[in-house]
């Protein structure tokens, strides 16, 4: 998302100060929102009005209110962003009430090699970040605060309009729309041998969330990157052609190394061929 031009916007925009407004109970302005980016070291060269505004924009019309003005202690790295995004989709978790100080987000996970991956990449955007096991869970999770992902997760979540939106934006770029693919499908996705309407043996590849707005966004992430899945109605998108699952693994949907293999010796085994 970019900022240029964003108070342009909001100058011929009516009624910006009724957004400013707390709009229900434990809700967050984009006042308050602002002053936790200053708070971060984040356009603190900037008044907080000023940040607000950008905020407001990135709220209505899906910019993304650094743009531009991006500091050095937080970089939003081209493909890993969305991978990070993706990942915390399936399985990443945050406080539900807004209204906490803390904005503390959890990325869980049993296997360390894909934690310690997702680590990397949060490193890689400067976001300082701690990897620990939960023993009652029995899973390895890293930990990182940054209330930009913890904002766009939540709206994403809760809102289909703002989802179709984001989406418009990663289908720019086939590698952004796959990125966010192997993101989701690390946390969500999984496949299996199945048998197709002829009775044949098959590899299908499935990507679940409770989320049927997250699911449309998903398969036109996959349209974008040239795979046909089908969206069925508990719960789940379906890679289920060969063509396209072999194609899925070649492009490497899942870069968690045991889904991975999974899934190549499947193809190997039914298919009768290597990805």
């Known amino acids: 998302f970019q900022a240029e ?11 910006l100060g009724d957004v400013y407004k707390r709009q229900g109970k434990n809700k967050l302005t984009c006042t308050e929102i602002a002053k936790s980016l200053h708070e971060q070291g984040l ?4 008044s907080v009005a000023y940040t607000a505004e950008l905020v407001w924009l990135w ?10 003005h991006i500091k050095h202690r937080w970089k939003i790295v081209r493909g890993d962003f969305e991978y990070i995004v993706g990942r915390m989709l399936g399985d990443g978790s945050g ?54 992902i913890y904002w766009l997760l939540m709206k994403l979540r809760n809102s289909p309009e703002f989802a179709e939106g984001f989406g418009s934006f990663l289908c ?14 690390d946390s969500e996705g999984s496949c299996s041998l199945n048998r197709n309407q002829f009775g044949d043996p098959a590899v299908n590849i499935k990507i679940s969330n409770t989320k049927q707005h997250i699911l449309e966004l998903c398969k036109k992430c996959l349209e974008a990157s040239g795979i046909i899945s089908h969206l069925s109605k508990n719960g789940n998108i379906g890679i289920t052609s060969k063509f396209h699952v072999v194609l899925a693994a070649k492009k490497k949907i ?12 499947l193809i190997e085994l039914v298919y009768n061929e290597r990805p």
């Not at 709220?59 to 531009?68: A, C, I, M, N, Q």
């Not at 720019?172 to 499908?185: K, M, T, Y």
């Not at 899942?254 to 010796?265: I, M, Q, S």
Request: overall charge positive; hydrophobic content about 30%.
């Open 172 to 185: 720019l770029s086939e590698d952004l729309a796959w990125r966010f693919v192997q993101g989701i499908s």
């Open 254 to 265: 899942f870069l968690l190394e045991r889904k991975k293999k999974k899934l190549e010796d």
């Open 5 to 15: 031009d964003g108070i342009r916007d909001v100058e011929r925009s009516r009624g």
């Open 59 to 68: 709220l209505t019309k899906g910019r993304h209110p650094l743009g531009k």
């Open 95 to 148: 406080p539900i009430d807004e209204t906490k100080k803390s904005k503390t987000l959890r990325l869980p996970s049993i296997d360390k090699d894909s934690i310690n991956y997702a680590s990397k990449i949060l490193r890689k955007m400067n976001l300082h970040n701690k990897i620990y096991y939960c023993t009652t869970t029995g899973l390895y999770v890293a930990s990182f605060h940054n209330i930009l």
């Open 43 to 46: 356009l603190r060269e900037k």
